[in-house]
């Protein structure tokens, strides 16, 4: 049946913007295409005939997740309904890993990015993690995620 998680599609209003942006959190291009398909909008239940996307991934593993960022055209990528509360039921936010979450959170806030949180570090017995959202140019909500051994 079912063999990995394969993407995670965002759309975006201005995708360049959008990829540099993941390109600053490591994530590498693996493709960049655009095309026009008379049956996208059957396939994805869209208003769009025409799009172009970057696949996006950490590391050089073939099998990693890939990041799909998408700008649909004619019509264009449609606004959303902003950023989500993190107690909603659904798909709120996706985490990274790193070895360094203040490093992360610095690097990003001198480019200016928007933080729903600062870097926070909760413990459970068995160990933690230090964490801080940062929004996309989307408003997607990106975690960012260092693992904390138990003391």
């Given at each position: 049946m079912l063999k990995r998680l394969f993407h995670i599609a965002i759309n975006s209003k201005d995708l360049d913007r959008?990829?540099?942006?993941y390109q600053d959190l490591g994530f590498e291009?693996?493709?960049?295409?655009?095309f026009t398909n008379e049956l996208l909008p059957e396939a994805f239940a869209v208003p769009s005939a025409q799009l172009r996307f970057?696949?996006?991934r950490l590391g050089q593993d073939p099998d990693a997740t890939i990041l799909d960022i998408v700008q649909w055209h004619a019509p264009d990528t449609a606004d959303g309904p902003g950023v989500l509360a993190q107690n909603v039921q659904g798909l709120?936010?996706?985490s990274v890993l790193t070895d360094d979450t203040v490093r992360v959170y610095e690097a990003l806030k001198a480019k200016g990015a928007e933080f729903v949180t600062e870097p926070h570090t909760v413990m459970t017995p068995d160990g933690g993690w230090t964490v801080c959202l940062v929004l996309?140019?989307?408003g997607v909500v990106v975690q960012i995620t260092?693992?904390?051994p138990a003391p």
């Open positions: 959008s990829v540099a942006f291009i693996v493709q960049d295409r655009a970057v696949h996006l709120t936010r996706f996309d140019p989307d260092e693992l904390v």
